[in-house]
């Protein structure tokens, strides 16, 4: 895939990391929504030193919450929502433990994930693709359906529930889950560099010659 192999060449393969088991991706992706990694990592590790295995984080107060995820850009979501989605884990599964879709379809598992408090498309898949379940599922976050509109990969309305399904069948069927974790991290790598929201650099993106944004850009570009 041309956009790929030119992200790779610009960006370089995408480092190893310690992966977390699918509970804990599951907490780590609710308090990465529009959220800078740096901040998201900080206060995964605050909340879990609070609860060490995630024991008693069903019972957390929303104070107790928001005293420890305050830092996140939707804390106020968030602190009623974490505690409630592992209070349904627990009752329909009898623990905080999502080791069971390991040999699920990854279709079932994402609506299974997607019936959670505040779990939406996103979350679900990097729950499934980013954990040690290491599932064949395309992450598909807000760089990337831009990044994706700009290139006309998808249309100019399309949700991230639209873009995750169309943009996953348009890779190559032999990709296992690995290189499609490789394709989400080039992709948001470029757009927090050259495919920016408010300022695309086209002149310099290493896509230029491929994308119909950057021959078709108006003098004042719609931000997308
Ligand atoms: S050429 Fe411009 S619009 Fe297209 S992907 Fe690159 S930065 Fe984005």
């Given at each position: 895939m041309a956009v790929h192999r030119r992200l790779r060449q610009t960006f370089g393969r995408r480092p190893e990391a310690p992966r977390l088991d699918p509970a804990s991706q599951l907490i780590h992706g609710m308090l990465s929504v529009r959220t800078r990694g740096e901040t998201s990592r900080k206060v995964f590790l605050r909340l879990r030193q609070r609860f060490p295995e995630w024991q008693g984080l069903e019972q957390a107060s929303f104070e107790t919450m928001w005293e420890l995820i305050g830092e996140i850009t939707l804390a106020e979501k968030y602190a009623l929502h974490i505690p409630r989605a592992v209070q349904n884990i627990i009752s329909l599964r009898g623990a905080f433990d999502l080791g069971f879709l390991w040999d699920w379809p990854v279709d079932s598992a994402l609506q299974w994930l997607e019936?959670?408090?505040?779990?939406g498309v996103k979350i679900a898949a990097a729950t499934l693709?980013?954990?040690?379940?290491?599932?064949?599922v395309l992450v598909v976050d807000t760089h990337h359906l831009r990044i994706a509109r700009r290139l006309k990969f998808?249309?100019?309305?399309?949700?991230i529930e639209d873009a995750s399904s169309l943009l996953e069948r348009q890779?190559?069927?032999?990709?296992?889950a690995g290189a499609f974790e490789e394709h989400h991290w080039l992709m948001k790598r470029l757009g927090q560099s050259f495919c920016t929201a408010r300022g695309p650099a086209c002149g310099q993106c290493p896509l230029g010659d491929l994308c119909a944004y950057s021959t078709m850009?108006?003098?004042?570009h719609t931000v997308l």
């Open positions: 019936r959670l408090p505040g779990v693709n980013f954990s040690t379940l290491q599932k064949r998808v249309g100019p309305l399309a949700s890779l190559p069927a032999d990709w296992d850009r108006p003098l004042k």
